[in-house]
């Protein structure tokens, strides 16, 4: 665990952003690559001038202690899988407090830089990094207003008292251009750690700063900064918050055998036997957060067989880290809902127009269904896998727990040409279970703004 202090300067015409952040951080051994991990801001300070001039927020760098060491992101050459990809050569010896120093410079299509390795540990001491202007991707691009148009990170490395060459030093510049405009955005970041902790104990989920928060929002919300924060900027820390949720489940239908009489048309529905369906259902949720655990959801879903399944539910969210690196979580959720499910009987011919529930049926034709509504608790857990920074895979499975129960007869009409204009009713007939789905298992994909 290591102790830092992030200095952020902002500038576009002038300055217009400063914050200073005293940072506590989980460092994992160097024996494997990593490139984030627990942050927690302890103290804090900010100078807003006028970040609507530029219409950005700032990410900021209190993750540069992770993303930002070179050595364990196994960044550049460092990669041995794509060591292959980089010119090498040694430009010069030096010595670096008295510790005989190899630089090596190296360079790559997307960028180039210098490494500075002590000859003794073959340990690296400082890397430099520049990337290349015309190779850059759009990494930084909310709602594509900005683009990065360079990127300088130098990176500094110091032998402790027990020998171990630990991270000291970090900084970092980039620079923005507005899309068809001339205004342009420049960031330094400047990181250093002020004291190695032998705590073993990880930051509490609770208390970390996310590595998808924005730093900009997270300090204008303090109490003593709220009057910087203007309204533009709230509402796109409002939209920041905001997860969205596209998922495909399968529900297992049970429907018991049963008789109705739809005397409209005087057709009967006669389930004989009970027959056992899967139906797949799409689901899009939305998710507020409220902090690093807890949100507020909505979700829809619908069946992608046509009529055979609508739900609308709200609920409460948690999320819990399973990993030290922030790549695994497990998700759990508890909604309260409505919906439909129908079991498909057929369509039919009729001859004379009718009117029923004040809907006027006249196309000749429509289709039948068993429909059961319910009023229902939904417990759902799962296991989320972090891909990138604004995408997350899950698998999850839901139980449905019905506290109230209508069926009856819904109807729709067919063959006509206007979607608006299909009549549908439904007619309650009994409070009897008849078709059951008691669970639901499930793939997602979540996004983050």
Same mark, same amino acid.
């Given at each position: 665990?290591?102790?830092t202090?992030?200095?952020l300067?902002?500038?576009?015409s ?11 951080a989980d460092?994992?051994?160097?024996a ?5 991990g627990n ?10 001038i006028?970040l609507?001039?530029?219409?950005l927020r700032i ?11 070179y050595?364990?992101?196994?960044s ?8 292959n990809?980089?010119t090498?050569?040694?430009k010069?010896?030096?010595e ?10 190296f360079?790559?299509k ?15 001491i400082?890397?430099i990094?520049e990337?290349n202007p015309?190779?850059i991707k759009e990494?930084?691009?909310l ?7 360079f990127?300088k990170?130098?990176?500094?490395y110091?032998?402790?008292?027990d020998g171990k060459?630990? +991270? /000291? *030093?970090i @900084? ?7 899309k068809?405009?001339s205004?342009? =955005?420049?960031?330094?970041? !400047?990181?250093?750690a002020t004291?190695?902790?032998?705590e ?6 609770k208390?970390r700063?996310s590595?998808?928060?924005?730093l900009?929002d997270?300090l ?9 924060f203007?309204?533009?900027l709230?509402?796109?820390?409002f939209l920041g918050k +905001? /997860? *969205?949720? @596209? ?5 297992p239908?049970q429907?018991?055998?049963?008789? =109705?009489?739809?005397n409209? !048309? ?6 004989e ?7 797949f259902v ?17 979700n829809?879903?619908?069946s992608?067989?046509?009529?055979r399944?609508e739900?609308?539910a ?5 999320k819990y880290d ?5 790549r695994?979580h ?9 919906r ?6 057929g ?10 529930n ?6 000749g034709?429509?289709?039948l269904?068993?429909?059961?509504r ?12 972090k891909?990138?920074?604004i995408?997350?895979?899950?698998v999850e499975?839901s139980?449905?727990?019905?506290f ?5 007869i819904?109807?729709?009409?067919e063959?006509e ?9 439904f ?5 009897k279970?008849?078709i059951r ?13």
């Amino acid at each position: 665990m290591v102790l830092t202090k992030n200095m952020l300067i902002g500038i576009a015409s002038k300055p217009i952003y400063k914050a200073e952040t005293l940072t506590k951080a989980d460092k994992f051994s160097y024996a494997k690559k990593n490139s984030d991990g627990n942050v927690q801001i302890q103290e804090h300070k900010i100078d807003v001038i006028d970040l609507d001039s530029v219409e950005l927020r700032i990410y900021g760098g209190v993750h540069n202690v992770h993303h930002g060491d070179y050595v364990m992101a196994r960044s550049g050459p460092l990669n041995l899988n794509k060591l292959n990809n980089y010119t090498l050569k040694i430009k010069d010896t030096l010595e670096y407090n008295g510790h005989p120093v190899i630089q090596l410079n190296f360079t790559h299509k997307k960028s180039k830089g210098e490494l500075y390795i002590d000859a003794n540990s073959f340990a690296v001491i400082r890397s430099i990094r520049e990337l290349n202007p015309k190779e850059i991707k759009e990494d930084f691009n909310l709602f594509k207003i900005y683009e990065r148009q360079f990127g300088k990170t130098i990176t500094s490395y110091e032998m402790d008292p027990d020998g171990k060459w630990r +991270l /000291k *030093f970090i @900084y970092h510049k980039t620079g923005f251009k507005r899309k068809n405009n001339s205004k342009s =955005f420049y960031l330094n970041t !400047t990181y250093f750690a002020t004291q190695n902790l032998p705590e073993a104990i990880l930051i509490p989920q609770k208390e970390r700063f996310s590595y998808n928060a924005i730093l900009s929002d997270f300090l204008l919300n303090k109490n003593e900064n709220q009057d910087s924060f203007s309204k533009k900027l709230r509402f796109i820390s409002f939209l920041g918050k +905001l /997860k *969205f949720s @596209y998922g495909l489940g399968v529900h297992p239908f049970q429907i018991e055998s049963h008789q =109705f009489h739809f005397n409209a !048309t005087e057709n009967y529905i006669n389930q004989e036997t009970t027959l056992s369906e899967l139906i797949f259902v799409y689901h899009n949720k939305i998710v507020y957060t409220l902090n690093n655990q807890f949100g507020i959801s909505a979700n829809l879903a619908t069946s992608l067989k046509k009529k055979r399944y609508e739900s609308y539910a709200v609920g409460l969210d948690f999320k819990y880290d399973l990993s030290k690196r922030n790549r695994v979580h497990f998700n759990s959720s508890l909604g309260l809902g409505f919906r439909k499910i129908r079991a498909f009987h057929g369509t039919f011919s009729f001859d004379q127009a009718f009117e029923l529930n004040r809907k006027k049926f006249d196309s000749g034709e429509l289709s039948l269904y068993t429909e059961e509504r319910n009023l229902f608790l939904q417990p759902t857990i799962g296991i989320h896998f972090k891909v990138k920074r604004i995408i997350h895979l899950g698998v999850e499975a839901s139980y449905f727990i019905p506290f109230t129960s209508t069926n009856g007869i819904f109807s729709q009409e067919e063959k006509e040409f206007w979607f608006w204009n299909r009549a549908a009713s439904f007619q309650k007939l009994t409070n009897k279970n008849l078709i059951r789905n008691d669970f639901m298992l499930g793939a997602t994909l979540t996004l983050r703004l």
